[in-house]
């Protein structure tokens, strides 16, 4: 019994007590319009016993070739949802952020109580990004490369030959394969600083019992790099998979209209713990004794430049901010004598009891939180503050003529929830691309010509926000009349329907 006991030590509770708030963060009600897309495509896989790759749920794009890199992921939240529903995507998601984040937490060399503010505030910075898709499959990677790269670089332990099977796993549940790159990128550029500025232009070492530097470590990342780059054509679109990243890259909309892609703004709250992260490496590092490394110094300095031009970046920030974090507010707190050092707290069996007691507490918080959550009259109430659940359903039982025009930010939903009315466009921006996404969002602002391209697409139906420019010309235009309408959504159906589908 002692020795049961003795298993929960004081910073084994810490640890568990962090990736309990972890999973608290990440496992939240699904209410991202694009994992009901993904979802969609699992469940055709599904049934279909096939690999989806052409579209069947637009009837803008109909038919034409569609590069699907998730495929695999978008089978396991099919899985996860067959299971548990609502709950099991929460639970899957929880379960992605803390495998990550316990990576990460391992590589923070510091006192439990630092490790767990640092990991904590780094989980809070990335729950931005947490949602049941294909994406968290990428944060889970990430952490895994990071960990690798961290091992070979800090402890002398090269594991790199792991990274080509995980490219060839990456390049199947997502297309941010691309992370995987860049951190070796700037692995590679990091050794590169510090071979050149600590090896060859140093006058000597710092410290005698070091040795100086060499380009070897560069060498290497460059081998596992290429070896990698290779391994992406082992997917069902072969080498050509290698080029998704730049095309994805460049459709403009992306940059100019979605909030993951755009430049974080700090006027919103939930970009807080990111902007209080960067600060906060910066300050610590600047403050303690302790040495930057050069590779970290280059890897923090260019992931956070990335975040800063897209948000959808600030989750791979925390992975790689959050040890040069910890590791400095340590050496910052042991210096002024302010570290909590939990060697010195008893292990006495009546701690040892409270602390499984505190565990047991906890487990029975996290359970209770879930509970509540999808709870179903909560989870209902929920959704129709994010989907147009009453317009959907006033769609499918009167059944207006179709073609439909449809919000962007609802076209997962219908895809899911309303599968008579083929979308006329959705979150898969690389199947639309650019052209045809500018041409939707002049149709969607009202702005001119928007009369002639609905005329020139057929359509018949149009469901977007009650507050959109469309929705206010529509209300004022005599061929089209409001068949519904409720505070967040309006329907307008065509009163001579053109080429109806119906």
Not at 111 to 120: E, G, L, M, Q, W
Not at 202 to 228: I, W
Not at 402 to 423: C, F, K, M, T
Not at 450 to 456: A, E, F, G, P, S
Request: aromatic fraction near 12%; charged fraction near 15%.
């Amino acid at each position: 019994m002692k020795k049961l006991l003795s298993l929960l030590t004081f910073s084994r509770l810490v640890s568990f007590v962090t990736l309990a708030a972890v999973f608290v963060m990440a496992a939240r009600v699904p209410l991202d319009t694009d994992s009901l897309w993904h979802l969609r495509a699992g469940q055709w896989q599904v049934e279909h016993r096939a690999l989806l790759q052409t579209d069947y749920f637009s009837h803008t794009r109909i038919g034409q070739p569609w590069i699907n890199h998730s495929w695999l992921s978008q089978l396991i939240l099919y899985g996860a949802y067959g299971i548990g529903s609502q709950v099991g995507l929460a639970v899957l998601t929880g379960i992605l952020a803390v495998c990550a984040m316990a990576l990460i937490y391992q590589l923070c060399n510091s006192d439990p109580i630092v490790r767990a503010f640092s990991v904590i505030l780094g989980g809070a910075a990335a729950a931005i990004f947490w949602s049941a898709r294909p994406q968290m499959f990428s944060f889970l990677l990430s952490a895994v490369v990071v960990y690798l790269l961290w091992l070979y670089q800090k402890r002398g332990i090269d594991r790199l030959w792991c990274i080509p099977p995980i490219m060839v796993l990456w390049a199947n549940m997502h297309g941010g394969f691309a992370i995987g790159f860049i951190l070796m990128v700037l692995a590679t550029l990091g050794e590169g600083a510090r071979w050149l500025l600590e090896g060859v232009l140093a006058a000597s070492p710092l410290d005698s019992s070091e040795e100086r530097p060499t380009h070897r470590p560069m060498l290497r990342l460059v081998f596992v790099g290429l070896v990698s780059a290779m391994a992406i054509s082992i997917n069902p679109y072969g080498p050509s998979m290698l080029l998704y990243p730049f095309r994805t890259v460049g459709i403009g909309v992306l940059r100019d209209y979605i909030q993951e892609w755009a430049a974080p703004d700090f006027h919103q709250a939930q970009t807080w713990p990111f902007l209080w992260l960067l600060l906060g490496t910066l300050l610590v590092s600047a403050l303690s004794s302790k040495k930057l490394d050069w590779r970290d110094a280059v890897m923090v300095g260019g992931i956070a430049y990335s975040a800063l031009l897209a948000a959808r970046n600030i989750a791979t920030f925390a992975l790689v901010a959050v040890p040069v974090f910890a590791s400095h507010l340590d050496a910052f707190l042991t210096e002024h004598r302010l570290r909590l050092n939990s060697r010195r707290i008893p292990s006495s069996i009546r701690l040892l009891v409270l602390n499984w007691g505190m565990a047991a507490l906890i487990v029975i918080g996290v359970a209770g939180k879930i509970l509540s959550d999808f709870e179903p009259s909560h989870l209902e109430q929920a959704r129709r503050e994010v989907f147009p659940t009453d317009a959907v359903a006033f769609l499918e039982r009167e059944q207006p003529p179709g073609p439909l025009l449809n919000s962007y930010n609802w076209g997962g939903y219908l895809i899911w929830e309303a599968r008579d009315y083929p979308v006329y466009v959705d979150g898969r921006t690389d199947l639309y691309d650019d052209d045809f996404l500018r041409g939707y969002l002049k149709t969607y602002h009202a702005q001119s010509g928007w009369d002639k391209r609905l005329d020139d697409s057929g359509v018949n139906t149009v469901l977007v926000e009650a507050s959109s420019p469309l929705a206010q010309v529509l209300a004022l235009t005599d061929d089209w009349s409001m068949a519904y309408t409720d505070a967040r959504s309006s329907l307008f159906v065509r009163d001579h329907p053109r080429n109806s589908d119906r």
